[in-house]
């Protein structure tokens, strides 16, 4: 290599270091106000898939960690600038909070299953693609792992149930990344609901924000610090282009939450967020609706063709209507037969402002209570409770998005048996509720 190409690796490892320090990271908080448990009590943490979402996510584990035992001591990624980077962070962030603490550095790894083969590893965080969740964390649960997994659950209804198996009979603790359960407004909504404030509940409305741009088909060379087959997992092969995965020299959003091949696009990017809340709201996070219907535009966007503008509706054995639908801001509207509230990121919106001032009795519902929610998982590894989002629950949640998505591809009204978990008598329908994994990637 000569001098000048080695100029240009150093300057493009700054540029992503500083890239990873300065905008993915919260500013770095003196140790002494965290109360730090002693290294032989502090539960060890492995981070899979370490790109956009990821490093934000590694990050609030590594502080979450500190206030509560558990340290990041081994990161994974694909993509070898990302590990590295990671990495990078890792033991930046622990030279500076970990002064009297003996911390022997974090390993890197490009194969999720030599970390998970680690018998010192007690949980991990993944943050994949969607067609990845599932091999992953089921994977990660038969090795002992708690998990920590990034919404939508997983790709599938049929791998989501295989999940919820998988966790309950290795007694595994999962956390959802729905964080909104751990969110003050999103908590008091479904409180009024489901105590009945805004009177009968009768309709959910549920927006989201709709996907744009077009991503570019040709295919390109395959960069040398990614293993592509392997990101590909278990899907199918397909030539390699940029727009498919994830940009090279930043960590702006990633092509393949555009491509149907491993994500469904909005409809469970941010559907897993806001039906997790109406499922929440309504009291059905074991069960799910019995009628789908949907529409969506699929527009020729190049290489990005999940879903545009969608409308949708469901119903629910409690007579509960649900309309989810494009539109800003994303939130979600519980409407009673006395009023409504409205609730999203940032704000609570009841048709009376009273009943912000209403306190919850002894004798009425109250909903799981979590204030940060990498901390609860985290405090949940302890104690072995349920986190405030836990694998059941996402399933359930999920896989309204994943019905609604089947139901947009085929443009008709299908009816769900939410016990069974399949769509009575329509077998196309069904046959879209798993696919055929890549060896050796089933589950």
Known sequence: MSRSQKQKGITRRSFLKAAAASVLAPAIVPSRIFSQSAPSNTMLMGCIGVGRQGQGDMQELIYRGLETGARVVAVCDVDAHRMEDAQWLVDKIYSIELEKENYKGCAAYRDFRELLARKDIDGVLIVTPDHWHAPMAVAAAKAGKDIYLEKPLTYTVAEGRKLVKAVRKNKRILQVGSQQRSSTYFLMACEMTRNQRIGKLHTIHVWLP????????????????????????????????????????????????????????????????????????????????????????????????????????????????????????????????????????????????????????????????????????????????????????????NTICVITHIAMKLGCTLRWDPEAEHFINDDEANRMLDYPHREPWAI
């Not at 960590?251 to 149907?260: C, H, I, K, S």
């Not at 800003?328 to 704000?347: H, I, K, L, S, T």
Request: proline share 8%; aromatic share 10%.
């Open 210 to 397: 709709e996907d744009q741009g077009t991503g570019d088909p040709l295919p390109m060379p395959v960069p040398k610090n990614l293993d592509y087959d392997f990101w590909l997992g278990p899907k199918p092969h397909a030539p390699f282009t940029e727009d498919r995965v994830h940009p090279q020299r930043s960590y702006n959003r990633p092509g393949w939450l555009q491509v149907e091949e491993y994500s469904r696009g909005m409809i469970t990017g941010w559907g897993s967020h806001m039906n997790d809340i109406a499922q929440w709201g309504n009291g059905t996070d074991d069960t799910g609706p019995i009628e789908i219907e949907a529409k969506a535009e699929f527009p020729d966007r190049g290489l990005f063709d999940v879903h545009t503008t969608f409308r949708a509706e469901a119903m629910y054995a409690n007579g509960v209507r649900m309309i989810m639908e494009t539109g800003d801001p994303a939130g979600v509207r519980f409407e009673g037969d006395r009023g409504f509230v409205f609730v999203r990121r940032g704000a609570i919106e009841p048709s009376d402002r009273e009943l912000l001032r209403e306190q919850t009795h002894d004798d009425e519902v109250k909903l799981y209570r979590s204030s940060n929610h990498m901390k609860n998982f985290l405090e949940c590894m302890r104690s072995r409770k349920d986190p405030v989002a836990p694998v059941e629950a996402g399933h359930r949640s």
